[in-house]
């Protein structure tokens, strides 16, 4: 899905609301990022795989869709901290009733293969 189609007000909302989350690190982003700020770094390190050029881009595009804030302090050397906007937090709650309905789905999958 292009990044366009989340500016498009011609599409259905919830086209929007994917356009914004498209990708695969945008979801486990917001989830790391509800609990506390965090430094780039430590995004790092709690997502083995992904890059730092990736988690720049993300991050990046989730500040221009308003998602996250970045705060740099002026100290050396330069301390970077993404926290999520209350624009994010909205997103983020509204994402819960579908995580619930993924892990019930989920569940329901293990059953069905135990039951194989």
Not at 22 to 37: F, I, N, Q, S
Request: charged share 30%.
């Amino acid at each position: 899905m292009t990044r366009s189609r989340a500016q498009d007000p011609n599409v259905c909302g919830v086209t929007a609301a994917i356009a914004v989350i498209d990708g695969k690190w945008k979801t486990t982003l917001l989830w790391l990022l509800e609990t506390r700020p965090h430094r780039p770094g430590e995004l790092r390190r709690r997502l083995p795989g992904l890059t730092e050029k990736v988690l720049t881009q993300t991050l990046r595009e989730m500040e221009a869709d308003g998602l996250v804030h970045r705060e740099v302090h002026d100290v050396l050397p330069l301390k970077t901290v993404y926290s999520l906007t209350a624009f994010g937090r909205e997103l983020s709650e509204a994402l819960a009733p579908l995580s619930d309905w993924g892990h019930r789905r989920l569940e329901k999958l293990a059953d069905s293969l135990s039951l194989s």
